[in-house]
């Protein structure tokens, strides 16, 4: 469905948001890459801890920075909505997974238009998101509960400990701005070879 872009012209108006000339939308791989990197880590990372460390057990790996506190969370990402239904639970899970994956598909089905280094960075966050999600996600499917282990020390507390795959979603938040100042700057030369007709065809193959 997103392999191709279709071409769409309108006389003398700039090309639209699809006339890339069937040009093959590029970035899976490496976003693709990226997921399944970040997704083995985390799923290898939980059963070692599963196997090693004893439920409820709480062992400083760091001293007074990082430790190891294995619990069994069966609500969302750090604990939240523990007090809701187990249904309601997962059907906020299923909504957030479906919506993930439209932002996902719009991002590189527009990041192909993008100069080579943003498309890079672009998929890359794209595989960081899709990798915590099928970290949790791909446990969930199987007994629903996740693995949690990983409780950093901030101030005078542990923080509620989380995973790899929770690591990336976090990390994924601040790496989401540039791939929006990279798309409104795409659009910003797209409308200026809409306004300059002349330099149409230079602004747009810079793209």
């Known amino acids: ?33 990226v997921a399944a990197a970040i997704a083995l880590l985390d799923w290898g990372t939980k059963a ?24 069994r969370n069966e609500a969302m990402i750090l604990g939240l909505y523990d007090n809701l239904a187990l249904g309601t639970r997962k059907s ?16 590189i089905g527009r990041g192909h238009r993008l100069p080579g280094a943003q498309r890079t960075y672009a998929s890359v966050f794209v595989g960081t998101v899709l990798g915590g999600m099928l970290g ?28 790899v795959a929770d690591v990336a979603l976090f990390l994924a938040i601040p790496m989401a701005v ?11 030369r797209r409308g200026a070879a809409s306004a300059h007709p002349v330099h149409r065809e230079a602004v747009l193959s810079r793209q």
């Not at 199987?142 to 923080?159: E, I, M, Q, R």
């Not at 798309?183 to 910003?188: H, N, P, S, V």
């Open 178 to 188: 540039p791939v929006i100042v990279f798309e409104l700057k795409g659009r910003a």
């Open 1 to 33: 469905m997103m392999g191709f872009r279709r071409v769409s012209r309108r006389g003398d108006a700039a090309p639209g948001r699809r006339a890339s000339d069937h040009e093959p939308v590029r970035g899976w791989r490496t976003a693709l890459g």
């Open 48 to 71: 070692a801890v599963a196997w090693s460390v004893p439920l409820g057990a709480f062992r400083e790996v760091v001293p007074g920075r990082v430790a190891f506190w294995h619990v």
């Open 136 to 163: 949790n996600l791909g446990e969930r499917v199987v007994h629903w509960g996740v693995t949690d282990y990983l409780s950093f020390h901030w101030a005078p507390y542990w923080l509620p400990p989380g995973n």
């Open 92 to 107: 906020i899970a299923l909504v957030a997974a479906l919506l993930a994956a439209l932002v996902i598909l719009q991002i």
